[in-house]
């Protein structure tokens, strides 16, 4: 029985898992849990490493051996044949330790190993198609945890030093039992609750005065973030080390997650555009020129019909270069479809016209379907709503299902 099982409850399986059943837990929570498809959730990031990390050793016999019989302890130089347990999570979190996989910044006092930076802040901004299309420079106000100046991020006042917490002998951790199933205990490390997970307190007459110990003090920025020609939705920006200080890593990240809102007009696919323009009867029939479409940018477009080409409903034409600029490469740009939709007279109109001269203009009416029937009925001629197309089925379900049941409940036999 392992004496840890954090990174067995990480994937959701069981201790003794097999290579199979790891691998498919590992697939199913790394889609859960992937920052693209949580872009709201700060965490998701973390989450993602951690499982990635979990995946790391228990799929490799040898580091899931070493797990099983030591803990995370027993990862060192066993973290598969050519990565030790440092350099293991080096890879996924850019220099820590076991520490930050469970949450954990184990202090001085500790093994040592620390983050290798600070949490990123993740915010989410929300940008129109015309931001997306011509660029954008915002400036804003924020605010972010920074060193305290006092005592240079140490939390204490003067020569006074932070002391080993006693409930977890600054190690940042205890251990707690958890129950997998009936008559099994498994053994995992949660952070200590006393220090925070830092491994070390400072007595209250002892903090400094202004972070009043936390070491961090909030400070008010300035930040200007740049909306770049053809950025697409859910398109990251990333201000290094502009996120949260902490004593003994480097700043995180600020990232600003790109949110685009639905256009009233025009509808994106990559770098192409679509919209639908209407035209009259006689702009189909006998063609146009005119400005066709108001672009993004506040340009009109001009379009010509070639002569002689009739358009029929829901026809379609390109513009070639005048969809998105290419992101990186402003210059070039996509290509713009536009569904032409035929705009029919009214009633109003046909008041105005001589139908009688109109009619030989126009072509001609179509004749009885072909062959006639034998039987022919009159129906009466009426306007109706699509909408309402299958209506009542549902009631016709009903009364099979009541049927199949054996009709209505008040009505069986008691």
């Known amino acids: 029985m392992p004496i840890d ?7 959701g399986v069981s201790p003794d898992a097999s290579e199979d059943e790891v691998k498919k837990a590992y697939r199913k929570k790394a889609k859960e849990h992937h920052p693209d498809k949580n872009i709201n959730d700060p965490e998701a990031g973390q989450k993602f490493q951690e499982i990635g990390a979990a995946y790391e050793i228990l799929s490799d016999p040898q580091s899931r051996a070493a797990y099983d019989s030591e803990g995370l302890d027993g990862l060192t130089g066993a973290a598969g044949p050519h990565m030790n347990a440092e350099d293991l999570f080096t890879q996924f979190f850019g220099g820590g330790g076991a520490a930050p996989m469970f949450g954990f910044d184990f202090g001085p006092a500790g093994s040592g190993r620390r983050r290798g930076k600070g949490e990123d802040s993740i915010i989410p901004y929300d940008v129109t198609l015309e ?6 420079s915002v400036k804003m106000n924020m605010e972010k945890e920074i060193l305290c100046g006092v005592c240079k991020g140490s939390g204490a006042r003067g020569n006074a030093k932070p002391k080993s917490c006693s409930t977890c002998e600054g190690k940042g951790w205890t251990f707690v039992q958890t129950q997998i199933s009936s008559g099994r205990l498994g053994t995992s490390r949660i952070q200590c609750h006393d220090c925070k997970g830092h491994g070390e307190k400072i007595k209250e007459k002892e903090r400094c005065k202004k972070c009043k110990g936390d070491k961090t003090v909030k400070e008010k920025t300035r930040q200007e973030i740049f909306v770049e020609k053809g950025m697409a939705d859910r398109q990251r920006i990333v201000l290094a080390g502009a996120g949260d200080q902490e004593p003994g890593v480097p700043a995180g990240d600020v990232v600003f997650v790109l949110r685009a809102s639905p256009h009233e007009s025009f509808e994106r696919s990559g770098n192409d555009l679509l919209a639908h323009v209407s035209v009259t009867l006689s702009e189909a029939l006998i063609g146009f020129s005119r400005i066709l479409i108001t672009h993004l940018d506040g340009r009109g ?19 070639r270069g005048e969809g998105m600029p290419i992101y990186k490469r402003p210059d070039q740009k996509g290509d713009l479809f536009i569904i032409l939709d035929i705009e029919m007279p009214d009633e109003e109109w046909l008041k105005t016209v001589d139908l009688h001269k109109l009619a030989p203009l126009l072509p001609p009416k179509k004749e009885d379907v072909d062959p006639r029937p034998a039987v022919v009925d009159e129906a009466e001629f009426e306007e109706s709503d699509i909408v309402d197309f299958g209506e009542g089925d549902e009631d016709a379900w009903e009364d099979e299902e009541e049927e199949e049941m054996g009709g209505d409940p008040e009505c069986r036999t008691q």
Do not use: F, R
């Open 301 to 319: 477009v001009k379009v010509t019909s070639p002569p002689g080409k009739i358009i029929k409903h829901q026809d379609s034409i390109v513009l």
């Open 131 to 136: 931001d997306l299309y011509n660029g954008k």
């Open 5 to 11: 099982t954090e990174l067995y409850e990480l994937l």
